[in-house]
């Protein structure tokens, strides 16, 4: 092999490595920086998008809560990229006895996350449990309608023990 063949092939090996090691860097994230780990997907207006798929599945959810809790259900936002529900909401349902606590509360929801996976497509094991907040019971209206207490279960969803952002459950 002559000197010219040679000098091409330690080029093309070091274009090589080069080009390898770009890649490796490329691709590093930081732990200090969260923002290096994100994969961004196209923005939507989640309120006004509809297209027949997504108002075909914003329909079978809205049916299936009703099927299983009664009352009135909407879905306020839908998210097209996922396919899920972003919001929901409706005009309530009693799922359980008495709830005193955070942990009642949280049971609650996780057994009506469990119980209805085509309406929240989502598993537990990919969920945090964030918190719980309620609003007491009004029964001193001037309208005379008393109102029940409600309770919200809150959980962020994660993959890999990374938080996903927008991932919220309630």
């Known amino acids: 092999m002559n000197a010219a063949h040679r000098l091409w092939g330690m080029l093309a ?5 080069a080009s390898a090691v770009g890649s490796v860097v490329a691709f590093a994230a930081s732990p200090d920086d969260p923002a290096s780990y994100e994969i961004r ?12 798929d997504t108002d075909r599945d914003r329909s079978q959810v809205q049916e299936a809560l009703s099927r299983s809790y009664g009352g009135i259900w909407n879905v306020y936002y ?5 396919r899920t529900p972003s919001e929901m909401y409706g005009s309530g349902a009693e799922i359980a006895g008495p709830l005193r606590s955070s942990d009642d509360v949280r049971g609650a929801a996780e057994r009506i996350i469990q119980a209805n996976p085509e309406t929240f497509r989502a598993e537990l094991n990919g969920l945090r449990f964030t918190g719980a907040l309620n609003a007491p019971a009004v029964t001193n209206r001037p309208d005379g309608v008393n109102r029940p207490a409600k309770w919200a279960a809150h959980f962020q969803q994660v993959y ?9 459950s309630t």
């Open 160 to 168: 890999e023990g990374v938080d996903v952002d927008g991932g919220r």
């Open 13 to 17: 090996a070091a274009a090589l490595l």
């Open 41 to 52: 997907l196209r923005q939507f207006d989640l309120f006004g998008y509809h297209s027949g």
């Open 78 to 82: 839908w998210n097209p990229q996922s």
